[in-house]
Nanobody, 115 residues
Framework: QVQLVESGGGLVPAGGSLRLSCVASGIRLSTKPMAWYRQAPGKQRELVAIITPFGAPNYADSVKGRFTISRDNAKNTVYLQMNSLKSEDIAVYYC?????????WGQGTQVTVSS
């Protein structure tokens, strides 16, 4: 059974940075594309960034130039470096595989930005 554990969220001032981590167990991530998603209060979950097994990234327009997705296959971990954070980035952040039937969602990690 795949288990995803996100961490690294917190409260930062506007313009600040955070680095999120997602550790997977029960599956080897090295051959899987992975993604970060976020869900703001009262809104649907949205895709933030995707990374291919070979490390090629793609981003939502809203975070392009500010966020960087990366992966360490040896550690079975995916990261999201978030810079220049804005109030619009406030959400619970999740990782998962960008597939038709995602794995079981983790608990996510809360990101809060103070203005």
């Amino acid at each position: 059974q795949v288990q995803l554990v996100e961490s690294g969220g917190g409260l930062v001032p506007a313009g600040g940075s955070l680095r999120l981590s997602c550790v997977a167990s029960g599956i080897r991530l090295s051959t899987k594309p992975m993604a970060w998603y976020r869900q703001a209060p009262g809104k649907q979950r949205e895709l933030v960034a995707i990374i291919t097994p070979f490390g090629a990234p793609n981003y939502a327009d809203s975070v392009k130039g500010r966020f960087t997705i990366s992966r360490d296959n040896a550690k079975n971990t995916v990261y999201l470096q978030m810079n220049s954070l804005k109030s619009e980035d406030i959400a619970v952040y999740y990782c998962n595989a960008p597939i038709a039937v995602p794995w079981k969602w983790g608990q996510g990690t809360q990101v809060t930005v103070s203005s």
